[in-house]
C-alpha cells in the first residue's frame, strides 16, 4: 500500500470513529493530537474518495447547485448560457450538457466566437458556397449543418460581433441556415449552448449585445462559482489533479496538508486552470512530498 493509500485510509478510519457516538467519547481527550496527526499526514490520491458529477469534480452548496442544474436542463433541448470567470470549468459544463443528454450520439462542434475574424466566423457556423469569397474553392458545411441532432457550443459568445449577432438571430428564430453565397437555406436541429465571462446582461445595455438575442440565449443560466467562492473543493481538485498529474508523469504525487491549507487560502484568480498549473508546477519540482516551500512564492506568501 503506497504511503498516500495508507494516510487516505487512517484518515476515513478516524473520522468515522470520531464520527460515532460509541467511540467519540472515548477519543475526544485524544481529538487534538489525533487532529494534529491528520493535519501533517500527506493529502493522498484515493480516487474513489473524490466527489465527481458529470466528470466534473466538487461537492461544495454551488457546485452542488450547479449539478443539479445540470441534472435538469441535460436531457432536454433549452438553450443554456453558461457564465463564469476565466478556468471555472464552462467548457467541462458546455460538453457535459452535450454528454449527458439525448444528443450524445450526434456531434458535439465548438466555436471559439472570440478567435475567428468575423467574415470567417460566418462561414464556420453557417457554411458557404464554391467561389463565394477567395479561398472558398469547395462548398463547405458550417458546424450547424454538420452538427445536425447534436449540439453547437458558442464560446466567448460576448465576443461576437454585432453583425453576426443579427445573423445568428434569425437562425435560432427560424430554426434554418443560409450558407454564406447561396440562396437556398437549410433547416437545421441543434442546440445551443453558449458560454462567457462577460456580463452579457450590461452588455445589452450599451448596446453591445443584442437583448433579443441575449433572452434567445439564455433560456437557463448556469452561473459557475469561483473557486474562491467554493474552497472546500480546493482539497477534491488537489487529489483529482495529483492523481492525473502523478499518472501522467509515470510516479506517486503528494502533498504536505499544510502545503493544502496555503492552497485553499489562496484567492485563485485563474480558477481550476491556475490550480491545475500550480499542481503540474509542483509536482514537476518536487521529488518527493509536496510541502509549502514546493509552492509558488505568491501562494507561498499568501499574497
Ligand atoms: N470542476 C472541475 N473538475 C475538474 N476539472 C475542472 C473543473 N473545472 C475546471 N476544470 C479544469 O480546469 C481547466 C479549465 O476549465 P475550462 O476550460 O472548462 O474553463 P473555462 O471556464 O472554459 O475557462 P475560459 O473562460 O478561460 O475559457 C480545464 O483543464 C478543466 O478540465
Ligand atoms: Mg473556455
Known amino acids: 500500500m503506497t504511503q498516500s493509500r495508507l494516510a487516505d485510509e487512517f484518515r476515513a478510519r478516524l473520522e468515522a470513529l470520531l464520527a460515532d ?7 475526544e481527550d485524544l481529538r487534538p493530537v489525533l487532529e494534529e496527526v491528520l493535519r501533517i499526514v500527506p493529502v ?3 480516487p474513489s474518495a473524490i466527489p465527481r458529477r458529470f466528470g466534473m469534480i466538487g461537492d461544495s452548496p454551488p457546485m452542488r447547485q450547479v449539478f443539479a442544474l445540470l441534472e435538469k436542463v441535460a436531457a432536454s433541448d433549452v438553450a443554456v448560457l453558461i457564465q463564469g470567470e476565466t478556468g471555472t470549468g464552462k467548457e467541462l459544463v458546455a460538453k457535459a450538457l452535450h454528454e449527458y443528454g439525448s444528443r450524445k450520439k450526434k456531434p458535439f462542434l465548438a466555436e471559439n466566437c472570440a ?4 467574415d470567417l466566423l460566418e462561414s464556420e457556423l453557417f457554411g458557404h458556397k464554391r467561389g463565394s469569397f477567395t479561398g472558398a474553392v469547395v ?6 449543418v454538420a ?15 454585432l453583425a453576426m449577432q443579427s445573423k445568428l438571430l434569425r437562425v435560432l428564430q427560424e430554426g434554418e441556415v443560409r450558407p ?11 442546440r445551443i449552448v453558449a458560454a462567457t465571462n462577460k456580463d452579457l ?3 445589452t445595455k450599451v448596446g453591445t449585445f443584442r437583448e433579443d438575442l441575449y433572452f434567445r440565449l439564455n433560456v ?5 462559482p469561483p473557486l474562491r467562492e467554493r474552497k472546500g473543493d480546493v482539497r477534491h481538485l488537489v487529489r483529482y489533479l495529483l492523481q492525473k498529474v502523478g499518472k501522467e508523469m509515470g510516479r506517486d504525487a503528494e502533498l504536505s496538508e499544510e502545503a493544502l491549507q496555503l492552497l485553499e487560502r489562496w484567492r485563485w484568480p485563474g480558477n481550476v486552470r491556475e490550480l491545475d498549473n500550480e499542481i503540474r508546477r509542483a509536482v514537476a519540482l518536487t521529488p518527493g512530498v509536496i510541502g509549502p516551500k514546493d509552492l509558488s512564492p505568491a501562494i507561498q506568501k499568501g499574497v
Open 180 to 190: 454564406v453565397g447561396s440562396n437556398k437555406v437549410i433547416k437545421v436541429d441543434v
Open 44 to 46: 493522498a490520491a484515493d
Open 220 to 224: 437557463i443560466t448556469i452561473q459557475l
Open 201 to 203: 446582461k450590461a452588455m
Open 21 to 27: 457516538a460509541k467511540t467519540a467519547g472515548v477519543l
Open 139 to 144: 462548398d463547405r458545411d458550417g458546424h450547424f
Open 115 to 118: 478567435a475567428v475574424p468575423a
Open 147 to 161: 452538427a445536425d441532432g447534436g449540439t453547437v457550443f458558442l464560446d466567448e459568445i460576448g465576443d461576437m460581433p
